[in-house]
């Protein structure tokens, strides 16, 4: 007997330096995703803006009082939140696979034979069976539960970065075309006013008819335009409302001339993608459970020891009907070697290895693209800033040029389309501007959901 403890021991501790209990560890995979930051005002930093409270990077009020609406009642949060407690369900079963299982097994029977007094029998036997993770599968398995629960986590907190974003982002075009809508309104008041003045300038034989009906089609081209902008602010302050889970209608905000846009901001090292972005975390929570599945599908090839015993009363003792019953115990222990079901087990093998190299494959592609991502942003952001400048100088050069055009054709030495063109392009100068500003809006909402903002941390896997 203790020639058979030593024996299982030794065999354990070989296993155990064969990989059936060692534990996950990151891969080699590439660390500098991204590009390194020049845009003013943007620097690496190891305290970046991901880091910040969502209540710290967005500070309009209204906008604020949306994205706590999204967060209590998202469908797709909501999901995801289930998923986690479904995952910490999984665990827990993984868990009390550890404990002796407990079970009750009464038995009676009722026999007559040849006309004789009829025997009574019964037993009330309580049964446990305790399986010895000798050989690793029950750990393997509790760590892939728990490595799942991780990733569950991660992909929750990784649904919760996109709501913020989506609804800041979806928020600043509703702000933006609120502007445009204001910009085409007052334009339209102008344009108006101008068709009179053609048609004065006409009775007095300043213009011709072509003067003045060029001006009402421009005049009905930019009113027929208010209806499609009032028709995508329906549709956004829609899309909007099922974001955040409540009946379509309209949405309380603010104007997009009075929201702050960030002056400085900091990216951090690269590495720190690892950590911080949700569905990077996942990826490589998804690649250590298919690190222990592999785990699991080796210790297959090993016995499997189970410890059973029995304890209760029977009025059986094999060698006639006793009353009362008398208490029996028993115990026994058993290893299952697997025999015939070694190419089973390889084939299982062999999938759960090409799992991993998927998983592997699959975790580095997702880092890759947090990296491209966080360059997107900040290249936005960069275009943002440099064409603020030029646009503020075009849109005064054009505003000139309006009224130069206008006061030529007052002394017949323009014509209306001149003065047209001057409008148009002023109008659309007008619209692209409020463009740009939705652009630098949406590079800090951007920048902050590709460095993972939004998010609590994950535990640790251990």
């Not at 998923?83 to 407990?102: C, N, T």
């Not at 029998?121 to 446990?128: C, E, G, I, R, S």
């Not at 002394?411 to 002023?426: P, R």
Request: a negative charge; aromatic letters at 6%; charged letters at 20%.
């Amino acid at each position: 007997m203790k020639t058979k403890i030593i024996y299982l021991a030794g065999a354990a501790l070989l296993l155990s330096s064969c990989n059936v209990y060692r534990h996950y560890q990151r891969p080699e995979v590439q660390t500098d995703v991204y590009r390194e930051a020049t845009v003013p005002g943007v620097s690496a930093d190891t305290m970046n803006l991901g880091n910040l409270p969502w209540r710290e990077v967005f500070t309009d009020p209204k906008l604020q009082a949306l994205i706590q609406q999204g967060l209590a009642h998202n469908a797709d949060l909501q999901t995801a939140r289930l998923r986690v407690e479904e995952a910490e369900a999984m665990l827990m079963s993984a868990r009390l696979a550890y404990v002796p299982s407990l079970g009750l097994q009464p038995q009676g029977t009722i026999s007559s034979f040849d006309n004789r007094n009829t025997t009574k029998t019964y037993q009330l036997p309580a049964v446990a069976s305790w399986e010895l993770d000798l050989f690793g599968r029950l750990t393997n398995a509790k760590r892939k539960a728990k490595a799942d629960l991780m990733q569950s986590e991660a992909y929750r907190q990784a649904v919760q970065t996109q709501v913020i974003a989506a609804i800041a982002n979806m928020y600043y075009t509703l702000l933006t075309l609120d502007r445009q809508l204001a910009i085409s309104e007052e334009t339209a008041i102008i344009w108006a006013q101008n068709v009179e003045t053609m048609r004065q300038m006409k009775a007095r034989a300043a213009v011709n008819e072509a003067a003045v009906v060029q001006s009402e089609a421009n005049s009905y081209a930019l009113n027929a335009s208010l209806f499609d902008l009032r028709r995508q602010i329906r549709e956004t302050e829609n899309s909007l409302s099922v974001l955040i889970g409540i009946v379509p209608q309209e949405i309380e905000r603010g104007e997009l001339p009075l929201q702050p846009v960030a002056a400085d901001l900091t990216v951090g090292v690269p590495i720190q993608l690892l950590s911080n972005r949700p569905d990077v975390k996942a990826a490589e929570m998804a690649l250590a459970g298919t690190f222990y599945n592999t785990n699991v599908a080796r210790a297959a090839f090993y016995p499997q020891i189970t410890l059973n015993g029995t304890v209760g009363f029977s009025n059986n003792s094999g060698m006639g009907i006793v009353n009362p019953g008398k208490m029996i115990l028993s115990a026994i222990g058993s290893l299952t070697q697997p025999i015939f079901a070694q190419g089973a087990n390889r084939a299982r093998l062999k999938v759960a290895k090409a799992q991993q190299e998927e998983a592997t494959i699959a975790f580095q592609q997702t880092l890759l693209q947090a990296g491209a991502e966080v360059s997107d942003a900040l290249f936005l952001y960069e275009t943002a800033r440099n064409k603020a400048a030029d646009r503020s100088g075009q849109i005064q050069s054009l505003e000139k040029a309006v009224e130069y055009t206008q006061e030529l054709l007052n002394y017949s030495t323009a014509t209306y389309l001149e003065v047209l063109t001057a409008q148009q392009a002023l109008l659309s100068a007008r619209l692209t501007e409020a463009g740009d500003v939705l652009e630098s809006l949406q590079a800090v909402v951007n920048l902050y959901q590709a460095l993972g903002g939004g998010r609590e941390d994950v535990e640790p896997l251990n």
